[in-house]
């Protein structure tokens, strides 16, 4: 199967394997910036402004110390609404812009840089996967 035109032919094997959660799939951190995504940091800073509100003492100290998901536990655990609360500005932030130049790229890496393995690209999503329109 493949998600995008030119893409990797994906094996269906190796997805439903995925679905039955018998796979997981790593990309690495670069992967979200060509669509604009945020790193981890800028995403909980994102978070604390959509949500209208500052970092408390003990959610400086965590987020001083690079805790981001301990940070955003805690922002859970005192915000109205607690995890829905954090989860709506979550889903507000991670929107990609898909419509940016190579957003949906899916380079071919060199082969000494692939594990040994049967898929011989990396993944991105496409917008018809996402159903992301192409507004900023």
């Known amino acids: 199967m493949q998600f995008i035109a030119n893409g990797p032919e994906i094996p269906n094997a190796l997805l439903q394997a995925h679905e039955e959660g018998r796979v997981v799939f790593f990309c690495g951190a670069g ?9 981890f940091k800028e995403l909980v800073e994102q978070i604390y402004d959509l949500t209208g509100t500052v970092l408390t003492e003990s959610e400086r100290y965590a987020f001083d110390s690079g805790q981001y998901d301990a940070t955003l536990d805690l922002l859970e655990r005192r915000l109205p609404g607690q995890r829905l609360a954090v989860r709506r500005a979550l889903a507000q932030a991670l929107k990609p812009k898909l419509c ?37």
């Open 31 to 39: 992967i979200s910036y060509p669509a604009d995504l945020p790193g």
């Open 100 to 136: 940016r130049k190579g957003a949906t790229d899916t380079p071919r890496p060199s082969w000494n840089s692939i594990p040994s393995c049967s898929i011989s690209s990396s993944f991105s999503f496409s917008r018809s996967v996402l159903g992301a329109s192409c507004q900023s």
